[in-house]
């Protein structure tokens, strides 16, 4: 018997019954994932020559085994690097491999609608986001909770499509799966956007820090900031969506972030992806260690299906946030590492 249900494989094999899970969707196991970024060493006078020159070769990096003896590194299209001069491990530089050579972050100095990155997982990611969909149309962030995965895609849309004078996106889409929401929506009342409401209310805490940074008014007069961002709801700036509802569309010129992708299926996030039209960027986040659908797992999510597919396509990036990167507080953080 094959089957992704864990219950009906324990009742098998206490019937003594051969069963087992589905394989052609399994991804390696969490620690052997690909992460979308690397720590490499290299030595005082090329990490200067990176700065004047504006490039490594693959040749000049490398990393140390368990003896400390030196390898090279198997690098990735895409990948984001950490390098540290191997004699001083404080000079550091960030970098991404191109395909051919290493090179610097084109975003490092930005600061998407007052937003400022505060580790080197962000730098990473808002290099990522950053960039224009003709360049990378797909973009992977997995990590735990609190690193700003979707305050940060939040922030970078709304720059993209208010403070850009390109205006390369009409829109903003977002869509939560939820288990519920994709199965259940027709029990919930109202119309699909009352239905959708419950689930969106992360969102709708990080568009409160967004469009007011003042810490100390933010919430002096809840009727204004509701109203603000009722505002951009009703111009249609960002839109909600159901995820049973994009299938069969060809989306075009929109921003697209699918929190929570963790609780996707690798069915669902194929029809996901394969929905971008031109000029459409999609933007995957969630923690895979958070996972609420009973028959997905940590090696057959969408999210982690998605990244270990795409993995070495030109055309998407890829970041992995750690728990020492938690912005959201002390607390979440010693949560995050503790649990």
């Known amino acids: 018997m094959v089957t992704k249900d864990i219950f009906e494989r324990i009742k098998a094999d206490i019937l003594d019954i051969v069963a087992q899970d589905f394989f052609a969707e399994q991804v390696p196991v969490f620690e052997e994932q690909y992460k979308g970024r690397m720590d490499v060493y290299t030595t005082e006078e090329k990490l200067n020559e990176f700065y004047s020159k504006g490039f490594l070769d693959q040749e000049d990096i490398f990393l140390f085994n368990a003896d400390f003896s030196k390898k090279k590194p198997s ?10 001069s191997y004699i001083n491990k404080k000079h550091t530089a960030l970098g991404r491999f191109d395909g051919k050579k290493i090179v610097p972050l084109n975003f490092l100095n930005e600061h998407p609608f007052g937003v400022t990155p505060r580790n080197a997982g962000q730098k990473f990611m808002q290099e990522a986001l950053m ?3 003709d360049k990378a149309p797909l973009v992977i962030i997995k990590g735990p909770a609190g690193t700003a995965k979707t305050f940060y895609s939040l922030a970078v849309g709304l720059h993209k499509l208010l403070d850009d004078p390109n205006k390369l996106y009409r829109k903003i889409l977002v869509c939560r799966p939820n288990v519920r929401l994709d199965e259940d929506i027709g029990y919930l009342p109202g119309t699909e956007q009352d239905k959708i409401a419950p689930f969106l209310r992360p969102v709708i805490d990080n568009l409160e820090i967004l469009i007011d940074n003042d810490d100390k008014e933010r919430y ?7 109203d603000k961002i009722d505002e951009l709801f009703d111009r249609k700036i960002i839109n909600t969506e159901a995820i049973a509802f994009i299938r069969g569309r060809s989306i075009v010129k929109q921003w697209i972030i699918i929190d ?24 995957l986040i969630g923690d895979p260690e958070q996972i609420d659908h009973p028959f997905l797992d940590i090696r057959t999510n969408g999210l982690c299906y998605a990244s270990e597919r795409m993995k070495g396509s030109s055309l998407c990036f890829q970041v992995s946030l750690y728990d020492e990167e938690c ?6 953080y010693e949560g995050a590492k503790r649990m």
């Open 75 to 84: 690098l990735i299209v895409n990948q984001f690097l950490l390098i540290q």
């Open 131 to 133: 960039m224009d969909a």
């Open 220 to 226: 002096s007069s809840e009727k204004e900031l509701k």
């Open 260 to 283: 929570e992708a963790q609780n996707l299926t690798p069915k669902q996030v194929k029809g996901i992806i394969t929905r971008a039209g031109e000029g459409t960027k999609i933007v």
């Open 327 to 332: 912005e959201r507080s002390e607390l979440a």
